[in-house]
């Protein structure tokens, strides 16, 4: 057999390991909730055998846990494991913030600063307890800011660290977040204005700093969201 002879870029496997993992982010998976191999079979229309694949790694990973000898469930963490994650994500965002730092170009800088311009009156709107409807713009566009430093840092192995430490689903993260700006429309407002600090930082390549921001700025803002 040839070693180097050609592979398919996706198997099912992968299709389902992924599908599933997004399913959790974005909640359609809730934490806690129980599942099964032919459950999921069902609602993705596949066999059993790439969901049985696709979930011994998501149990590798931690992100399904088993309940039982034959059950599973959506792995849901206790506080102080919930707060341990959110370190590890918000470290993780802080060294793709130094990498983008160092990486940095004027595109960047350019795509950075117009997410921005969108966000700030919308925001204004927000502060003055207007326009809760353009909260889930918001976070869209800020999802969207973070996502290009992200990319910007060039280095899969810490994006793929960094998808699997999300504490919280994107539906997770709206609704906590609608909840706060309610009961302190001004911490949201400070927080906000940090991506403006962040920016002058990535423009000026001012990697330790752009880092350390970046780190307070993810760390306060899940543990703010994972106050009760």
């Known amino acids: ?38 459950g999921l079979a069902a609602r993705l229309q596949v066999s059993p055998t790439p969901v049985r694949e696709a979930l011994r790694q998501l149990i590798h990973e931690r992100v399904v846990e088993r309940a039982g000898t034959r ?23 802080g060294l793709a913030a130094r990498f983008a730092a160092r990486k940095r170009t004027d595109v960047l800088v350019a795509e950075l600063t117009a997410d ?13 307890g207007e326009g809760t409807d353009d909260l889930a713009e918001v976070l869209a566009i800020l999802r969207r800011f973070h996502r290009r430093i992200e990319d910007a840092a060039r280095n899969p192995v810490m994006d793929a660290l960094l998808a699997q430490s999300r504490v919280f689903s994107d539906e997770e993260r709206y609704t906590r977040t609608l909840d706060r700006i309610h009961a302190a429309p001004d911490k949201f ?40």
């Not at 870029?9 to 806690?32: E, F, N």
């Not at 921005?116 to 003055?128: C, G, S, Y």
């Not at 940090?194 to 880092?211: K, V």
Request: charged share 30%; hydrophobic share 40%.
């Open 71 to 93: 059950a599973l469930r959506i792995a849901d963490y206790d506080a102080a494991t919930m707060d341990e994650i959110a370190e590890t994500e918000a470290r993780l965002a």
């Open 189 to 228: 407002a400070e927080r906000y204005r940090q991506h403006r600090e962040l920016l002058g930082l990535l423009a000026a390549g001012d990697e330790d700093e752009a880092e350390s921001l970046a780190v307070r700025h993810r760390l306060t803002a899940l543990r703010h969201l994972g106050q009760p």
């Open 1 to 38: 057999m040839d070693s180097l002879a050609p592979v398919s870029s996706s198997t099912l496997a992968d299709q389902v390991y992924a599908r599933l993992r997004a399913a959790v982010q974005d909640g359609s998976l809730r934490r806690g909730e129980k599942i099964t191999e032919r």
């Open 116 to 128: 921005l311009a969108e966000t700030d009156p919308l925001v204004a709107r927000l502060e003055r």
